[in-house]
């Protein structure tokens, strides 16, 4: 069998709103993304993934979206979104677009025409309510002026869609033959377990990802995505779908990764892994052992950085850990997925100002969670303020930057051998020699107190998770290393590739 391109992809996701501004309004576009595919080129990624860039009134950053066949002229216009596709395979990089399916906007059409008593049945429309909660905070429920409520597992903006309605089914097909026939090469499926929902909407002692909950993976919503297969699989050049699934088991994920269902989904429990060699493993052997093409991934535009997820733990490691982290996952069986300003090491803005803040998390907690925008500040280009080349000219970027990504900019780092830029290039590069020579499959190898130690035929990886330095097993060459190494010791928080000739 032909290996399928997306089988060990490096996929980037791009946070539009916060990548590049080219328009100069101080909000991303994708034009500033179509003129940074040469340096994405360069760092060595397979596929880029943008977030949502379609017309919404961006009650949540645009996962909000009130038309799903269109461009928010905040981010361009279809024109752009056809010569970045373009560009983009000219570049040899594939293009995966964000479809929102679990809810639209308040703004579609549709929902605008249910306000009106027109279509109600396309959302979920209750006398009553029930106890569940959104997401983001506060009931899940808005009541209409005529008394009714509708049912928002997000924010009130976000209303939920009826998945049982069928003409839910057709118009979302229909969005997907849009983007497939601009030559997209997948989708990353938002809130993939959402859609349905318990027949009744019981109410829940607990509303956490669990697989039989009543709010969060029916069984129901893998005839969605059984429908979505066949349509990919009638256009040419192995077009695909990975899900956003959250779950608490590798064996619910899995359900979602089948021959006529999605191609990937993601892989949470990797992220939510502690720095600890047990926790890796475990991780690594059940996903191995329950999901037939595993994906990885660190950060993305949801979570706290994890240069500072790992800093939290133990003050002053959490850059190594973070190069460590990511050498160990690209040597991993599977397709990675990196986040924006993760090749710079950028870490979590704690400290904005709640003026600055956007994220409805922070408004539908009043305040109690800082909410994401921590992960979403403008990328660093240059070393000068005000926006460090994320906009051109003086403009001020839509999240203040903090002085400290001057440091971290792309200017400051490139053609540094010792910067995290230039880390992540080399292991890019190598990896993409290496992964067409090296078996699929991973053999756990002797390793010592807090260490980890695995090997895919002649490559062998090694991370230190522990306190003190460990001997590097046997090897003839090494790779490539996450930190210093001191001769044949491997320190703490530092990862190693090795060449092994059997
Ligand atoms: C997903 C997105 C997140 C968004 C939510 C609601 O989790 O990644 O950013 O807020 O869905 O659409």
Redesign the pocket.
């Known amino acids: 069998m032909d290996i399928p391109w997306w089988r060990d992809a490096v996929v980037y996701e791009i946070y539009v709103r916060s990548f590049a501004d080219a328009s100069g309004d101080g909000v991303g576009d994708l034009t500033g993304v179509r003129r940074r595919l040469p340096y994405l080129r360069e760092l060595g990624v397979d596929a880029i993934w943008l977030?949502p860039f379609y017309p919404s009134p961006m009650a949540?950053?645009g996962?909000?979206v009130a038309d799903y066949r269109g461009v928010d002229p905040l981010f361009g216009t279809l024109d752009d979104f056809e010569s970045l596709v373009t560009d983009a395979h000219e570049h040899g990089l594939r293009v995966l677009v964000?479809i929102?399916p679990?809810?639209s906007s308040a703004e579609h059409p549709w929902f605008r025409a249910a306000l009106r008593g027109e279509g109600r049945d396309r959302y979920i429309f209750r006398d009553t309510t029930n106890n569940w909660q959104s997401?983001?905070g506060g009931s899940a429920w808005t009541q209409v002026p005529d008394g009714q409520y509708y049912l928002h597992?997000?924010?009130p903006g976000?209303p939920d869609f009826n998945w049982r309605n069928p003409e839910v089914h057709a118009e979302f097909l229909d969005i997907l033959r849009f983007w497939l026939d601009r030559g997209v090469d997948g989708f990353r499926i938002?809130?993939a377990m959402g859609l349905y929902k318990a027949e009744g909407l019981p109410d829940v002692s607990d509303q956490s990802f669990m697989s039989d909950s009543p709010v969060w993976g029916r069984p129901e919503v893998h005839g969605v995505y059984r429908d979505w297969r066949r349509l990919l699989d009638t256009y040419p050049g192995e077009r695909m779908a990975v899900g956003?699934v959250?779950t608490d088991s590798s064996e619910d994920l899995a359900r979602y990764v089948r021959p006529d269902e999605l191609q990937q989904s993601f892989n949470f429990a990797w992220l939510q892994a502690p720095w600890s060699p047990t926790a890796f493993k475990q991780v690594i052997d059940d996903t191995l052992a329950t999901v037939p093409f595993a994906t990885w991934v660190l950060s993305?535009?949801?979570v706290v950085r994890h240069r500072t997820r790992y800093d939290a733990d133990d003050p002053g490691t959490g850059l190594a850990r973070a190069r460590a982290a990511l050498l160990t996952m690209l040597a991993l069986p599977g397709s990675a997925y990196l986040y924006q300003g993760e090749e710079l090491g950028l870490p979590e803005v704690t400290d904005l100002p709640d003026e600055a803040r956007q994220d409805?998390?922070f408004f539908q907690s009043g305040g109690a969670l800082p909410g994401?925008d921590g992960c979403r500040v403008p990328i660093p280009w240059t070393v000068d303020a005000p926006s460090h080349g994320f906009s051109p000219g003086g403009v001020e970027p839509w999240l203040p930057q903090p002085a400290t990504f001057a440091e971290l900019s792309v200017e400051k780092q490139e053609g540094d051998a010792e910067s995290t830029l230039e880390f992540y290039r080399r292991a890019l590069a190598c990896r993409r020699d290496l992964v067409k020579r090296i078996p699929y499959t991973l053999e756990w190898l002797e390793s010592p107190e807090g260490a980890l130690f695995f090997s895919r035929g002649s490559l062998t990886c090694a991370v230190n998770c522990g306190l003190g330095p460990v001997r590097l097993p046997e090897h003839d060459e090494v790779l490539l290393s996450s930190g210093p190494l001191r001769r044949d010791l491997l320190p703490p928080d530092t990862a190693v590739w090795l060449r092994r000739d059997s």
């Open positions: 977030t949540d950053g996962y909000d964000d929102v679990n809810h997401t983001f597992l997000f924010a976000q938002d809130v956003e959250w993305n535009h949801d409805p998390v994401r």
